[in-house]
């Protein structure tokens, strides 16, 4: 096993530098004819035990030597030969509920007089830097944000987001549903005319992504169409109620992986308006219109899937 992961991590353990990874491995026969294996990962974030089933013994090894690779590079899987058939396999390793402790050697048996002991092999131990294994090329993900933005309605105001996302392990795609509550527009000497605007809006964008254990950087840039919606107070509107919204963005952001199906997120996102709405109070002019560029500011979670 050792020789196979030194394979797929492209050099000798040894030269390898970083935090301490513990891998312990136990494989055994099930009565209906099926091989078990489980996995320990053991480091300074706790232990994490996996358990995976499979009807040839070989297969079964080669996944368990792809899942311990993994945890230390998670490239591994693309210097075997046959990482597709392997990997599939590998992607079935579930979690174990309850914890259960890594085995150790067993003591060798008491030698008969007529008897000579028989050796109890000793588990493999592969110590390396830790991080998280990654089975599965594509998940998907929802996130529910919100926070501030200016720029596109009147003042300083709310923005609420639900963005669904396919996720790659170096990029990711995003399309998000948002919305600007209610805000003010008035004229300075008849402050009981003006008009209540909101935003809807839909925006398509592309996310480079750089990964560093638990931390994901996104640099996010695309396109957000829409509508901008208008009443008027105290007047009439001369325009239409209803003017459309386009707008650049660019948004770096950071998400804080806090669970394998869950991270944190935060960002800012800067944006060039295509298209600017203007609304006219009739017999008073234009009360608002939208600014060239705006910012807004984000937080949220996110849940991921399978």
Do not use: N
């Not at 055994?28 to 078990?36: A, H, I, L, Y």
């Not at 527009?185 to 560093?212: I, K, T, W």
């Amino acid at each position: 096993m050792v020789a196979q992961l030194e394979a797929l991590l492209g050099g000798p353990l040894a030269e390898r530098r970083g935090d301490r990874l513990t891998a312990i491995a136990r494989v055994r026969q099930e009565p209906g004819g099926q091989w078990d294996l489980r996995l320990w990962t053991v480091s300074d974030e706790g232990t994490l035990q996996r358990s995976l089933r499979h009807d040839r013994c070989d297969m079964l090894a080669r996944a368990g030597v792809l899942i311990a690779a993994m945890a230390i590079d998670p490239l591994a899987q693309e210097r075997m030969l046959d990482g597709d058939a392997v990997g599939a396999v590998a992607a079935k390793a579930e979690p174990v509920v309850g914890d259960e402790p890594p085995p150790v050697p067993e003591p060798a048996p008491v030698p008969e007089p007529e008897a000579k002991p028989e050796a109890t092999p000793e588990p493999q131990v592969v110590k390396q830097s830790p991080a998280p294994p990654r089975a599965r090329a594509l998940r998907g993900a929802l996130r529910v944000s919100g926070g501030l933005a200016f720029g596109d309605l009147p003042g300083v105001g709310a923005t609420l987001r639900l963005t669904p996302a396919l996720v790659w392990p170096r990029v990711r795609i995003e399309l998000e549903a948002a919305y600007g509550p209610v805000r003010r527009a008035r004229f300075d000497d008849r402050p009981e005319v003006g008009a209540d605007l909101q935003l809807a809006a839909a925006a398509l964008r592309a996310c480079p992504l750089f990964r560093r254990k638990r931390l994901e950087l996104a640099v996010c840039a695309g396109l957000e169409m829409g509508a901008m919606y208008g009443r008027g107070v105290g007047f009439a509107l001369a325009t239409d109620g209803r003017l459309l919204w386009a707008a650049l963005h660019l948004m770096p952001a950071l998400f804080v992986v806090v669970h394998p199906r869950a991270a944190l997120f935060f960002a800012v996102e800067g944006q060039v308006a295509l298209v600017r709405p203007r609304f006219v109070v009739e017999g008073f002019g234009a009360v608002y219109r939208a600014l060239p560029g705006g910012a807004r500011g984000l937080l949220g979670v996110e849940v991921r899937f399978p």
